[in-house]
């Protein structure tokens, strides 16, 4: 029985250890209206050799614990279709005064890359 309970514990512990570190692998980030600076749509390879994708600037830093060199650009890359929806998705925000968050979870490059984006309605 001693056996099972240690097993158990064990077992939990790392199921709890697993769960905190999947947590703790992403964050929201926040881009309110008078944050914005400006965006960029990028060729790959073609700007400081950054991935292909829509880069959009903060006017200070983003308040993030990533360690990407530079803190003041969200990166959304992949296909065309996740790239072009973001664009509208921001422009929308843009044109409606709307706050948009970012799910980040790595860099790329040097830049924050964002694998999810939220307009907030208020």
């Not at 309110?32 to 400006?38: E, N, V």
């Not at 903060?58 to 990533?66: D, E, K, P, R, S």
């Not at 409606?96 to 939220?118: G, H, P, R």
Request: overall charge positive; aromatic content about 10%.
């Amino acid at each position: 029985m001693t056996s099972i309970r240690r097993t158990l514990s064990t077992l939990l512990a790392a199921v709890g250890l697993f769960t905190a570190v999947s947590a703790q692998a992403g964050e929201w980030l926040t881009l309110r209206p008078q944050d914005l600076a400006q965006y960029e749509l990028a060729q790959a390879n073609t700007f400081n050799n950054a991935a292909e994708g829509l880069y959009i600037k903060h006017v200070g830093l983003f308040q993030t614990t990533m360690t990407c060199a530079r803190k003041d650009f969200v990166m959304i890359g992949g296909d065309a279709r996740v790239v072009n929806r973001a664009l509208a998705t921001l422009m929308f925000a843009m044109a409606n005064n709307k706050t948009i968050q970012f799910w980040v979870t790595n860099c790329s490059t040097d830049y924050i890359e964002a694998k999810n984006l939220m307009l907030i309605n208020q």
